[in-house]
């Protein structure tokens, strides 16, 4: 696939409904095209090609979109533009009241010539090579039609377009379907001239959306939402008027293969869509209009369809890699693994931000989803401790400062992981550990970080030292005991919680060069504290040394 000029993806929404309204919208219009599948393939027409010339006239049926769910009514239009491959009707009631011949004029080349990045193709062309080929059912023509109309609002809501699966089937057909329609038995898509500028290039994007799944209604026609409306998506980032990428960068943590027609939804398959198809359609131009055509559904569909274009990377590998790729977007790492050529996005959301150490925390990821964790650099190297209830993909960036090129790790977490991470120098300015659950339902996890003892505070440990905690794990208390090989000037024994916050404090003897102190789990005013990890920390002249145990009650 030709790859576009670089996109810039901060537009107005062109779908401008209420979350309710949009809902029941495109709820109304997965149940009729999922409907039709009983009757593809098994319809007759005895329609002969249109061939439509400017100025025939046609009685089209349409919804009624000021009431939800829509009704129908008729209305008569006039053919005012034949191009290669489409025609295009205006509501008689609408020409030149609010659609005019200067505005056919601005149309009909982004439907057939060029888009807002490319002179190559327009509009059709382009969801034809990206996404396979449009049906033609009943009509025996393959132009379609593009009929514009005042759709109206809604409880203050306005419709850009739509595409009606009632239209590949019989008139016949479609007065027995539940809830009862019509047909215009053609291939067409339904877009606004009022009150929405139907010149606006925004208009011809969602026409592209539409389009597309009018093509996924010939390649699979139950495909799951998430799938459909991925691709339909990314066929307005390759338009050149995507969606804007907002709401999802702000919670990651929003399963991907969930819709509940939320915008962050749109957003977060527009943007896997996207990657997919930049990193992996080059391999033979084919990947995505397979999977638009494979009839396995979700990500039983797309894993089929990767090894059957030979890639060798599984459907989890890949989602680790997109999450990755949607905090770094960097085309000088790995080649561009972790790149958007056709997007900029935005900064993601972090759940957690450390500076100090030791720190650690809890939380939950949802399936398919990720959690961001920044760490900022402390005195030295810095340790995981993780533990999760499935396994996760845990990703580890460094970014780097102006000049220098970030890193990227990536390790599989089975229930544990404890390593020393990637030093933290001055060429970098923080570290983003990434916390991405590729397929498991709700994964809780804890972490702590903590500073790496260096050699030759290993070395001091050993030989002057001594610091430990007995028992551990434990409740309701522990002796914490300690020795020392010289006298020391103070020493002092501090309590961290897994934020990094101090809980307790005691001072011992300026001269002791041993002792202990009991802790009860509670903190400086007396009150319990919450069960789970807990860091001490002993400090006497230059020594600092800390140790982990953890609380169970």
Known sequence: MKKLLFVISFLIFALLLSANVLEQFEEFKRDISQQTEQWQGKHQSNRNSRDYQIGDTFVFWAWNLTVMPPLWIQTPATCRAVGDHCYIFVADDQWNVHMNQADIDIVLPYLEDYTMISTEWGAIEMDEALFGPIPDELDNDPKIIVYYSELGSFMGTSFDGYFSAYNQVTEQQAQQMNPPGHSNECEMIYMTCFPLNPTDPIRIS????????????????????????????????????PDPIVQFPNNPDNTLTFWDQE???????????????????????????????????????????????????????????????NFLDDPEVENGLYYYENLELPNFSVVYTHSSYPAGNNGSVHDWATDYIRLYPGDGNLELDLTTSFPIGLGVI???????????????????????????????????????????????????????????????????????NYPNPFNPETKISFSLTQTSSFVTLEIYNLKGEKVRTFNCHPELVEGSVIWNGTDESGKPVSSGIYFYKLKSGDIEITKKMLLMK
């Open 206 to 241: 969602v026409l592209a959306h539409e389009l597309q799944h009018m093509i996924h209604w010939l390649g699979d026609i139950n495909e799951d939402t998430w799938v459909n409306e991925g691709c339909s998506e990314l066929a307005m980032v390759y338009f050149g008027l």
């Open 263 to 325: 915008f962050a939804d749109y957003v977060k398959v527009m943007l896997y869509f996207t990657y997919l198809e930049e990193q992996y359609d080059a391999v033979g131009d084919s990947l995505i209009k397979d999977i638009v055509s494979e009839p396995a559904n979700s990500i039983a569909g797309i894993t089929n369809q990767l090894i059957a274009n030979s890639i060798s990377q599984s459907f989890e590998d890949i989602f680790v890699d997109w999450t990755i790729a």
């Open 398 to 468: 460094r970014i780097g400062n102006e000049g220098v090129t970030s890193t990227v790790d990536k390790f599989v977490v089975n229930g544990t992981w404890n390593g020393v991470l990637p030093e933290l120098t001055e060429d970098y300015s923080q570290m983003i550990l990434v916390f991405a659950n590729n397929g498991y339902s709700d994964v809780t996890y804890t972490y702590s970080i903590a500073e790496v003892i260096t050699d030759v505070e290993q070395e001091l440990l050993n030989t002057s030292v001594s610091l430990s």
